[in-house]
């Protein structure tokens, strides 16, 4: 009797949920018939949408296929590759990054983000590239060759990107959410080596553009690189970075991490006065010139100093762009909401807190660890200035 | 010479060689006890059943010697003779009537019959029994290799050896209208729960079998679901395993023929714990104990969410797993679905081989298919490489049950979740997951929830089932089992 009720209760919820008969059977799809879809190129075309596929870098090590088709719509040139008739069918499930062209780009890309968000078969995890000067398909072409392709190579610079200081790839779902919520966000642009001068091997190789300003759904710019530095100091995306700092007696090559900043809006008399935006990296010596005395208190000052002064100008040059286009895309206004959610919040909600108008004090501190005397690293312990 | 020179009044004697017709190993021997031309009587036997050195020497020698039987001039004054140690034999008695006597013969006995009726039963029951071996399917890695024999009375021995407690009882019952087997409940008196105790006895006194020769007579008919994939009765062949549950407060049966002892009540985690748990550290323990339940989960769910994952959520795996399936695949006629179940029944079909053949013959049995036939299928793409480790995988976690009845529940409900997953992937497994957690969670062992302490016990105890703690911080017995303690 139980087992009848059981079997009974299965049968009804399998029937509510849709997941009964045909409609499961419509989703079975032998694994050998599939070919996995590692990178969407998304490109701007007379036909509407332009899309390149590409499935990486094959097991064996051959090159990569690419399959283009055009279509007015994103999903309708998706269907569209799944029609062709290849014998296999695409699966786009594990798509991990998703590469627009400029034009796309600066056309609106808030239906390509819609429909990744939407589609049961892509997750918004996927990382978004914005190709500099350049098309997707073009810059998916040049990076196939035997045992290379944009896919691996996009894959890998996701990772190590954060090791770089330049950058950071953020997702579909932080870009939604950041237009969504800022009317603002940033995306990793990146760019095919320019100039006749490089190799062919060169040519073939994605490198980091800094980040591309993403305003109402569009395109709306880049950040240069010290700014796109800046930017990713000011937001905690530094794992590691390296610099040369100098002292009176020589300079050293250090690698620093940031610690992401900290925004304090400061009040004068019930008005906003400005906003202090602080930010603590913490460097260590990787080589010391000859002649530099590291032991000494005044040489890791100097050090942490000018570390400092030039993070310093890095972030106030990301946050002087942020100002002049108006758009608050390092989340300043947020962060200080969130810091003083009363005040700061109640200027927000009378639209009061323009970044565009409020002065912005920046403020990086610096210490230097590592410093003791390779000849006898137990006379000072490396303590930072 | 007889009394007379004649032989035994018919009676109980015809009585017992009409009970016997037909039965060549019954045998008779006409003797005068006390002697020449003393009282006739003839001495009846189940050939095999006694020992014939034990009857010469303490039942014959003493009943032929005159001295003792001098003035024992009726049958009635020689068998008080006889009753009063004139035959020393270590247990002798009287045998009212010809059922009674020929139950003695059944139980090992020799029966002298005097002519008018008179019969005195002696116990010389044959010393011939297999030796207390190592177990044989519960392997012992640090224990006692002690296991049990097929004899009760060396069964309730090895158990006495081990608990010298004078609240250990042993209540003897009969079962099998044919067989009557001898059948044991053992337990300690105050430390079992006293509803439990009276459960089981009245369970197997209701048990309507003619015979008692398998473990399965007993299993089935005191189970409260008998008709479950999963065991409801704890069966062992280890004493030492048995005795630790006797300790738990579980009640333990032993039959007469059976080589294993039966304890009730059990639980889901009972099945998962092993007498190495106590012979091993505490954290090696726990770990094992965790990685039995592992086993159990993958060896029951592996297959279906292979074919399940493969078949319909491809995004679920790793790029690089994919691309490695996809490539093995290409060659391989067979779609998933039935490829697996082919892996899963050959899987069977060579266990079961293994599994009956002589031990020599099984290992090889064992290594053509493990080896030449595996690793043939794959090389001439038969079944993808994929398949034949989710299969073997999910059969060496099937072996790691403790429990040969567990393992072999989990194989059959293995083969239910293939078909669900075939049949509604994701979706199928986790409705036939969800239909089998439900089952468990419902069944009962002589009012003890099988799933305790995960579930319908008592949460605190929890950890009592996941870990080994350490021995001086062991923890209380299952409160399910403390005396007095009724549902």
Request: aromatic share 6%; hydrophobic share 45%; with cysteine.
């Amino acid at each position: 009797m139980k087992i009848r009720a059981l079997f009974i209760i299965g049968v009804a919820l399998a029937l509510l949920t849709g997941c009964a008969g045909a409609g499961v059977f419509a989703d079975y799809r032998e694994v050998e018939q599939l070919e996995i879809i590692r990178t969407i190129g998304i490109d701007k075309g007379p036909e509407g949408v332009t899309v390149t596929a590409d499935t990486g870098v094959e097991e064996d090590g051959r090159a990569p296929k690419l399959f283009r088709t055009a279509a007015p719509t994103l999903s309708a040139a998706l269907e569209q590759l799944q029609e062709t008739p290849r014998g296999r069918r695409m699966v786009f499930a594990h798509t991990e990054q998703v590469v627009i062209g400029e034009t796309a780009a600066r056309a609106g890309l808030a239906g390509y983000l819609d429909y990744i968000e939407r589609a049961t078969e892509m997750r918004i995890g996927t990382g978004v590239f914005i190709v500099r000067d350049g098309t997707a398909e073009d810059l998916l072409a040049a990076c196939a060759g035997e045992g290379s392709s944009a896919a691996d190579m996009l894959l890998f610079l996701k990772t190590e990107i954060r090791n770089m200081g330049c950058g950071f790839v953020y997702t579909c779902g932080d870009i939604a959410a950041g237009l969504a919520s800022e009317g603002c966000a940033l995306a990793q642009a990146v760019e095919r080596a320019p100039g006749e001068t490089v190799t062919e091997e060169e040519r073939a190789m994605v490198r980091p553009a800094g980040f591309a300003v993403l305003a109402e759904g569009a395109l709306a710019g880049y950040l240069t690189e010290e700014e796109s530095r800046g930017a990713a100091l000011l937001l905690g995306k530094v794992e590691r970075d390296d610099m040369t700092a100098a002292a009176e007696s020589g300079t050293a090559a250090l690698s620093f991490r940031g610690a992401g900043m900290r925004v304090r809006p400061l009040f004068l008399g019930g008005s906003l006065d400005r906003l202090s935006v602080a930010v603590r990296t913490e460097a260590a010596v990787k080589e010391a010139s000859e002649g530099l005395t590291l032991t000494a208190a005044e040489t890791r000052r100097a050090l942490a100093q000018d570390l400092a002064a030039r993070e310093t100008e890095r972030a106030a040059a990301a946050v002087a762009r942020s100002q002049a286009m108006g758009l608050d895309f390092l989340g300043l206004c947020a962060a200080a909401e969130r810091a003083s959610p009363l005040r700061f919040g109640a200027l927000r909600d009378r639209g009061a807190a323009d970044i565009g108008t409020m002065t912005v004090e920046v403020t990086v501190s610096a210490a230097v660890r590592r410093t003791f005397d390779v000849a006898d690293p137990f006379s000072v312990r490396g303590k930072g200035a | 010479m007889a009394e007379n020179g004649k032989r035994p009044a018919a009676g109980l004697a015809d009585a017992l060689r009409a009970t016997f017709a037909d039965c060549y190993d019954l045998e008779t021997r006409t003797i005068a006890v006390g002697g020449a031309g003393g009282l006739a009587a003839e001495l009846f036997y189940l050939d095999g059943l006694v020992s014939g050195g034990d009857m010469s020497d303490y039942v014959l020698r003493p009943l032929t010697e005159r001295a003792r039987f001098r003035g024992a001039r009726t049958p009635r004054a020689a068998a008080a003779r006889i009753m009063a140690g004139a035959v020393y034999d270590f247990n002798a008695r009287l045998a009212p009537d010809a059922a009674a006597a020929a139950d003695d013969l059944l139980s090992g006995f020799c029966c002298l019959v005097f002519a008018d009726g008179t019969a005195v039963s002696f116990e010389v029951k044959t010393g011939d029994k297999r030796a207390v071996d190592q177990p044989k399917e519960e392997k012992v890695v640090r224990g006692s290799k002690d296991a049990f024999v097929e004899v009760l009375k060396v069964n309730t021995m090895l158990v006495r050896r081990k608990i010298r407690d004078r609240q250990l009882k042993i209540r003897a019952l009969e079962l099998g209208g044919r067989t009557r087997t001898k059948t044991a409940l053992v337990y300690l008196e105050g430390f079992t729960n006293e509803a439990v105790l009276r459960e089981a006895e009245r369970r197997l006194r209701a048990i309507d079998a003619e015979e008692v020769l398998s473990p399965a007579v007993i299993t089935e008919n005191i189970a409260d679901r008998p008709r479950s994939l999963f065991p409801q009765v704890l069966v062992t062949e280890r004493p030492d395993k048995f005795c630790l549950n006797l300790l738990e407060g579980r009640v333990g049966i032993l039959a007469d023929g059976l080589p294993m002892g039966f304890l009730v009540p059990a639980t889901f985690a009972q099945f998962m714990k092993v007498p190495e748990d106590h012979a091993s550290h505490f954290l090696i323990a726990s770990f094992l104990t965790a990685l039995r339940y592992a086993a159990f989960f993958l060896a029951l769910i592996l297959p279906a969410f292979y074919v399940a994952v493969a078949m319909y959520h491809q995004e679920m795996i790793p790029v690089k797993l994919l691309r490695s399936i996809i490539n093995a695949k290409q060659a391989v006629p067979f779609p998933t679905a039935f490829e697996t179940l082919l892996m899963l029944f050959a899987f069977e079909l060579l266990q079961e081989a293994g599994l009956r053949l002589p031990n020599p013959v099984g290992q090889t049995v064992s290594i053509i298919g493990a080896l030449i036939v595996g690793q043939s299928a794959v090389e001439a793409r038969v079944v993808s490489p994929v398949v034949v480790v989710v299969v073997a995988l999910s059969g060496i976690c099937g072996y790691i049950m403790p429990d040969l009845d567990m393992g072999s529940g989990v194989r059959i409900l293995r083969f239910l979740l293939v078909l669900a997953a075939i049949l509604a992937g994701m979706f199928g497994v986790a409705m036939g997951f969800t239909m089998i957690v439900y089952h468990l969670a419902g069944l009962e062992s002589f009012g003890v929830p099988y799933m305790s302490p995960f579930a319908g016990g008592e949460g605190k105890h929890l950890s009592r089932a996941l870990l080994r703690w350490p021995m001086d911080r062991k923890r209380d017995r299952e409160p399910e089992l403390r005396p007095g303690r009724e549902r």
